[in-house]
């Protein structure tokens, strides 16, 4: 818990210098399944996600279907994706790369949060249906779009 707060106040820190209306940090609780925008260490928005389809622990390889955990950032915003639109998030680091070498595998890319797939499919009907990623509902997904900015820290906690 101490590490968490040391954490979100460099975060707070760090986030000054972002622009006014802008979120400064996403939470991302994978046990509670919500995704949580702050601004000044403020709940501002809450939504309901979904997950990779073997969420629990971290994501270690591609293929695995967990999603990650840790720090992370928005390191791309995307309307041209095989989903509604997408933020892409900074995974994997180099720590997930390391521990993906441990499994002599690759650790995969492209861990997003975004919206429901273009092509309507039944999978959007099940819970926790991704690959690793964290999805939401298309409207959801789109103020989450307009709040956020690249280089947005991302906590996702177990």
């Known amino acids: 818990m101490k590490k968490f707060i040391i954490l979100l106040l460099f975060f707070f820190l760090c986030s000054l210098s972002y622009a006014q209306n802008s979120i400064d940090m996403i939470i991302i609780d994978k046990s509670q399944r919500i995704l949580k925008l702050m601004k000044n260490g403020i709940i501002m928005k809450e939504y309901i996600i979904d997950l990779g389809f073997d969420p629990i622990g971290h994501k270690y390889f591609k293929g695995d279907g967990k999603t990650p955990e840790g720090l992370y950032f928005v390191s791309n915003k995307s309307t041209n994706s095989d989903f509604y639109i997408s933020l892409q998030v900074s995974y994997p680091n180099k720590w997930d790369k390391r521990n993906a070498r441990l499994f002599s595998k690759d650790a995969g890319n492209y ?41 947005t820290p991302i906590y996702i906690q177990p």
């Open 111 to 151: 861990i997003m949060i975004h919206g429901e797939p273009n092509l309507k499919n039944n999978t959007r009907n099940l819970k926790d249906w991704t690959n690793g990623c964290i999805a939401l509902k298309n409207k959801d997904v789109k103020e989450v779009y307009e709040l956020v900015s690249i280089n």
